[in-house]
């Protein structure tokens, strides 16, 4: 199963694609593909967390819906499931879903600059930013793909042997195309 925003968006998830003029599209005068960039995370870090803590203010009081809860009921239905994402809010995990590939990364989770581990960073709003690694104390970065970034090393390669795995695939609430408009794809 690949999913992506349209899940989500019962729920009352804003997508990128869902109102181009939004107020989840621009924040403090940046366009989202700016603010949510690795050229910005490299510029001005805390303002990508203040971004992002944003964003993640909005998901505080957001549930899964039915759907994000049938396809956690899939695991006990099907041996070899794998539910590859390409949504950021954990909402599959809520619902119970297990073994669920993020294509894109948690904003729940942090990504230290200096190890590269990650931690659960669901305090919101921060309290330190950018936050501090548990292991090291070094500055984390949203644990997502940002715009200009490859996905995850290991990730996609996992999804892709699920695929090649199963005997049917199901894509919801997904066009499978990144920005055309912001030059990404």
Known sequence: M??????????????????????????????????SSAEMMAADPKLVWEWFDYRRGMLTTIEPNAGHFAL????SRFEDFALITQNIDDLHRAA???????????????????????????????????????ACGGPARPD???????LPEGVFERADEAAARCDLFFVIGTSAVVFPAAGFQ
């Open 144 to 150: 997502v793909v940002l715009f200009g970034e490859l």
């Open 2 to 35: 690949l999913t992506g925003a349209g899940v989500s968006a019962e729920s009352g998830v804003p997508t990128f694609r869902g109102g181009g003029d939004t107020e989840i599209w621009t924040w403090r005068g940046k366009h989202i593909t700016e603010l």
């Open 72 to 75: 956690a009921e899939w695991k």
């Open 96 to 134: 119970g879903s297990m073994n669920v590939l993020e294509l894109h990364g948690n904003i729940w989770r942090a990504r230290c600059l200096r190890c590269a581990s990650t931690f659960e960073a669901r305090e919101c709003p921060l309290k330190e930013n950018p936050p501090r690694c548990l």
